[in-house]
Nanobody, 114 residues
């Protein structure tokens, strides 16, 4: 069974930074894609960023240039560095992995105050 443990959420002022971490444990097969989704209050969950096993990264347009995704294959971990945060980035952030089935973290709340 695969478990994902997230950390790093919190309250930050607009313009600030946070770094989210997510580590996979348990019986983890080869991980293909790792990434992040988010769900803002009253909105549907949206994909934020992903990174393939080969290191290809992709981002939601609204976070390009502000967020950076990285992975550490030795630690089965994925990270999301979030800079220049905006109030509209406020959401619960969920990490996911495809190994090959999809697995989800429990979510970590990011609140950006104006």
């Amino acid at each position: 069974q695969v478990q994902l443990a997230e950390s790093g959420g919190g309250l930050v002022q607009a313009g600030g930074s946070l770094r989210l971490s997510c580590a996979a444990s348990g019986t983890v097969a080869t991980i293909d894609i790792m990434g992040w989704y988010r769900q803002a209050p009253g909105k549907q969950r949206e994909w934020v960023a992903g990174v393939t096993g080969g290191g290809y990264r992709n981002y939601l347009d609204s976070v390009k240039g502000r967020f950076t995704i990285a992975r550490d294959n030795a630690k089965n971990s994925v990270y999301l560095q979030m800079n220049s945060l905006k109030p509209e980035d406020t959401a619960v952030y969920y990490c996911y992995i495809a190994a090959p089935d999809l697995h989800w973290g429990q979510g970590t709340l990011v609140t950006v105050s104006s």
